[in-house]
C-alpha cells in the first residue's frame, strides 16, 4: 500500500498560480506512475495530468494543457502540480493518485490503485 498526503491547495485569484505537493510513503516510489485528478462541485471526477515513473513522460487534459505542470521528484517521493493562469473553472478538489501497473499514459481513474485525501483549490473572480 502507499499513502498519499496533498498540501498546497487554498484561494487563489483568477489568473493567479498554486502548486500543489503530494508527499507519498509506503512502496519504492520511483517504481510507479503518479497522477492528478480533480472534483468539481456538482460534477464527476476529472482527469487533470499524470507522470511516468521516471518523470520523463507526461500527459495532460486538454483543459489545463499549457497551464499546468506535473513534475515528480524521486528523492524527495515527492509529485507536484503547477498550476497557473488559474480559471474559476479549476476550482475543485485536487487528489493525486498513484498506478501501480500498466501503460502509465492511462487517464482512467480506475487504473490507480492508491489516493490522497484531497486538496481544495479555490480560484474566484
Known amino acids: 500500500q502507499v499513502q498519499l498526503v496533498e498540501s498546497g491547495g487554498g484561494l487563489v485569484q483568477a489568473g493567479g498560480s498554486l502548486r500543489l505537493s503530494c508527499a507519498a510513503s509506503?512502496?519504492?516510489?520511483?517504481?510507479?506512475?503518479m497522477g492528478w485528478f480533480r472534483r468539481a462541485p456538482g460534477k464527476e471526477r476529472e482527469f487533470v495530468a499524470t507522470?511516468?515513473?521516471?518523470?520523463?513522460?507526461?500527459y495532460y487534459a486538454d483543459s489545463v494543457k499549457g497551464r499546468f505542470t506535473i513534475s515528480r521528484d524521486n528523492g524527495k517521493n515527492t509529485v507536484f502540480l503547477q498550476m497557473s493562469s488559474l480559471k474559476p473553472e479549476d476550482t475543485a478538489v485536487y487528489y493525486c493518485?498513484?498506478?501501480?501497473?500498466?501503460?502509465?499514459?492511462?487517464?482512467?481513474?480506475?487504473?490507480?490503485?492508491?489516493w490522497g485525501q484531497g486538496s481544495q483549490v479555490t480560484v474566484s473572480t
Open positions: 493518485a498513484a498506478k501501480f501497473s500498466g501503460p502509465w499514459g492511462t487517464r482512467k481513474s480506475s487504473d490507480f490503485g492508491s
Open positions: 509506503g512502496r519504492t516510489f520511483s517504481n510507479y506512475a
Open positions: 507522470i511516468s515513473s521516471s518523470g520523463g513522460n507526461t
